[in-house]
């Protein structure tokens, strides 16, 4: 049996599910773990905005519905029992720990092979769930999400026109922790390039800016094609994805976040823009090179 921990946000999450997915299509027994790495004071689980919740019905079979990991079943895949004798034979013999960490960025086939296994990572690469991509698609179809007036109107808008989405992500990656792996990647200069090479492929391109710091976007980017998405928190970010998906194209930021907003766009037409630089320093630390993060890429993209 192999268990796949859920972790992060909802860009994350979903690199994650669809993991699962993958799994399920090659027969494997897999459940999710949806409670190790959320509780009190977390991030929250938000695949329900899908639909997507623990499986009620032992017999139902689908994209929706998933068999949750049991806490027996995380503590034999950890061995993590806390009885005497366990803890003795622990000191004696070691622990039998089938966790299996994904370290590197790019696309681990080591993932798929793995039986028992309880697999911990991000996993975000289309390549992990390539073969079941349209299992995929249906299973992130936005069926409870409910739009204010106001996003009514931007979705009106986003359609009428040839609506480019720009993800801007602030808030967490200027932390003073993160700046190792995301400063300076997706500054000015990137959109200020991504922007100039739009306008030069799509006549009446208009810019759709989604951001956590939006106050600092429309300091910024002003002008009678830009216009400014408010009215998103944490927790209902998953509206601004929704609408971004809405796009007909797309500048992203070196976000999970964003790269969904990108790939749930159905434009057979659609230009997706993607900074040359994922990360600072790869999983195990070492500087960045642009063969460590290869795999977060699709053909879609213009890297640049």
């Known amino acids: 049996m192999v268990g796949v921990q859920l972790s992060g946000g909802?860009?994350?999450?979903?690199?994650?599910?669809?993991?699962?997915?993958r799994l399920k299509a090659m027969g494997r027994e897999v459940k999710i773990d949806d409670f190790?790495?959320?509780g009190a004071g977390s991030r929250k689980l938000q695949l329900s905005v899908f639909g997507i919740g623990c499986q009620k019905d032992a017999g139902r079979e689908d994209a929706?519905?998933?068999?949750r990991l049991t806490q027996k079943e995380y503590t034999g895949l950890t061995d993590s029992?806390?009885?005497?004798?366990?803890?003795?034979?622990?000191?004696?013999?070691?622990?039998?720990?089938?966790?299996?960490?994904?370290?590197?960025v790019n696309y681990d086939p080591a993932v798929l092979e793995k039986n028992p296994a309880l697999l911990l990572g991000c996993f975000q690469s289309e390549?992990?769930?390539?073969?079941?991509?349209?299992?995929?698609?249906?299973?992130?179809q936005f069926r409870n999400l409910a739009l204010s007036q106001s996003r009514q109107e931007y979705?009106?808008?986003?359609?009428?026109?040839?609506s480019v989405g720009v993800h801007i992500r602030r808030g967490d990656y200027l932390d003073p922790r993160y700046r190792a792996l995301y400063a300076g990647i997706c500054g000015e200069d990137y959109y200020k390039r991504a922007m100039e090479a739009v306008r030069k492929q799509i006549s009446g391109a208009v810019f759709?800016?989604?951001?956590?710091?939006?106050?600092?976007?429309?300091?910024?980017?002003?002008?009678?094609?830009?216009v400014t998405v408010e009215g998103s928190d944490e927790e209902t970010?998953?509206?601004?994805?929704?609408?971004?998906?809405?796009?007909?194209?797309?500048?992203?930021?070196?976000s999970s976040f964003s790269w969904w907003g990108a790939w749930l766009n159905q434009n057979p037409d659609k230009r997706v823009i993607a900074p040359a630089r994922w990360l600072n320093r790869t999983g195990d630390g070492q500087v960045y090179d642009r063969e460590a993060c290869r795999d977060i890429y699709t053909e879609e993209m213009t890297v640049i």
Request: charged share 25%; glycine share 4%.
């Open 10 to 21: 909802l860009g994350n999450q979903m690199f994650e599910y669809a993991l699962y997915l």
């Open 36 to 38: 190790t790495c959320y």
């Open 64 to 67: 929706l519905h998933y068999a």
């Open 81 to 104: 029992a806390s009885g005497m004798a366990d803890r003795v034979r622990r000191r004696l013999t070691g622990r039998r720990d089938l966790s299996y960490r994904e370290y590197s």
């Open 127 to 140: 390549k992990y769930f390539a073969p079941v991509k349209a299992k995929v698609r249906e299973a992130y």
């Open 155 to 162: 979705e009106r808008r986003i359609c009428a026109c040839e």
């Open 208 to 226: 759709f800016f989604f951001s956590n710091d939006t106050a600092w976007v429309k300091a910024h980017y002003e002008g009678p094609d830009c």
């Open 237 to 254: 970010g998953y509206v601004d994805m929704y609408l971004m998906s809405r796009c007909r194209h797309q500048i992203i930021a070196n």
